[in-house]
């Protein structure tokens, strides 16, 4: 296939990779690291200047009126600068509101979204619980709904103005809410994520949500839920993606400047050999990931590339961060020097929404056509 980007696509990025470039240095990300949120709101206002926050928000709200590819094309820049920022989740449950959700919920967020006012984040992992099977409660209350449930590594959700929150009916119906961050019920506990993005663990205590914050209808639910899980894991491959291309440069640079017995260590057949190896598994985390985004940009059935691609990522990136920090030696370790975020951005994404264990068995089921009664083993989770 052909994965050419248009002038306008590639401007957009050129524009991202300078902004981060300039506003994401290494002295900027140890200071934002041991702040208080970890966030950066003069370069996430940067970027709202630059429009590049409403890139998949239609231009009657104030977006770009561009898609997936787009957002995927900013979220592959983010992780080339590992820039702790809730790109993934705003600009997913953006796309989410622009499709699915009621008009008032699009007119209250979206415009806000795109002038860097508004953040949004997505609550879609439990423990032992599949993403696409959630196991929150919704039940019915009046003209609206309550929710009962814990939620675990809910990137952002202290800077979030509303969360997207997966449930089911006790019938099992799938269903999504777009939750707002204030609403009675809801707790937050700070937990540690490997790559310091904030991630805390939601609790919805009898939280009640009026009808018009049901994104979807009960007809569609599943489809919804889908849709998004969906999009989020391959956004998690994108960043993967530019974690992984910026890695294996700043390693290749390393290892043709570091000499040993007065050559460079490159020129080492093991070395060599370690590096034509991250060189395959980049070509393959690329190449998957845009087969799957661009699938699902044309709205395509994309299962199979969705669970390919994120088996790469989770693979293949964890052994290109793995063999960075070993071609290094011992200045891997060095906070003061860079590789090691790439390394912890990897090992993150590697085991968010599902290893590569588990993406195997879910496309093996896939591939025997019986993916309807699929029922992951939790065990293989990670």
């Given at each position: 296939m052909d994965f050419s980007l248009t002038e306008e696509q590639q401007a957009m990025a050129n524009l991202a990779d300078e902004i981060l470039r300039d506003r994401c240095t290494l002295e900027r990300l140890k200071v934002i690291e041991q702040s208080e949120d970890g966030f950066d709101p003069e370069l996430w206002a940067a970027l709202a200047k630059a429009g590049l926050l409403g890139a998949a928000v239609p231009e009657s709200l104030g977006g770009s009126g561009g898609g997936f590819i787009e957002v995927c094309l900013l979220l592959q820049q983010q992780g080339k600068h590992v820039a702790l920022l809730p790109l993934l989740p705003t600009l997913v449950s953006a796309m989410l509101l622009a499709r699915f959700g009621p008009k008032e919920q699009q007119q209250r967020y979206l415009p806000a979204l795109c002038a860097g006012e508004t953040i949004l984040t997505a609550a879609l992992s439990e423990l032992g619980a599949d993403e696409r099977a959630p196991t929150t409660i919704a039940s019915p209350d009046g003209t609206g709904w309550r929710l009962n449930g814990v939620k675990t590594a809910v990137p952002w959700a202290h800077r979030a103005r509303a969360i997207v929150v997966p449930g089911r009916t006790v019938d099992g119906v799938p269903l999504v809410?777009?939750?707002p961050s204030d609403s009675r019920g809801l707790r937050f506990e700070a937990q540690r994520a490997t790559n310091w993005e904030p991630h805390f663990?939601?609790?919805?205590?009898?939280?009640?949500?009026?009808?018009?914050?049901?994104?979807?209808s009960t007809e569609n639910g599943g489809e919804v839920l889908h849709w998004l899980v969906d999009r989020y894991t391959v956004g998690l491959c994108a960043i993967a993606s530019g974690a992984c291309e910026r890695a294996l440069r700043i390693t290749a640079e390393y290892a043709s400047n570091r000499k040993q017995f007065d050559k460079p260590i490159a020129m080492?057949?093991?070395?060599?050999q370690r590096m034509a190896d991250s060189y395959i598994d980049n070509e393959a985390v690329q190449l998957t990931m845009w087969q799957a985004a661009?699938?699902?940009a044309e709205e395509l059935p994309s299962d199979k590339e969705v669970a390919t691609a994120k088996y790469w990522a989770a693979e293949g990136g964890s052994r290109i961060g793995h063999a960075s920090l070993h071609i290094h030696g011992g200045i891997s370790i060095d906070v003061d020097y860079p590789i090691h975020?790439?390394?912890l951005w990897l090992k993150q994404i590697e085991f968010t929404l599902g290893a590569a264990t588990p993406q195997l068995v879910r496309l093996g089921s896939l591939l025997a056509g019986d993916d309807e009664s699929f029922q992951p083993d939790r065990s293989l989770r990670n």
């Open positions: 809410f777009i939750v663990r939601l609790t919805l205590d009898n939280v009640a949500v009026p009808s018009e914050c049901l994104v979807g080492f057949q093991a070395v060599g661009s699938r699902l975020r790439y390394f």
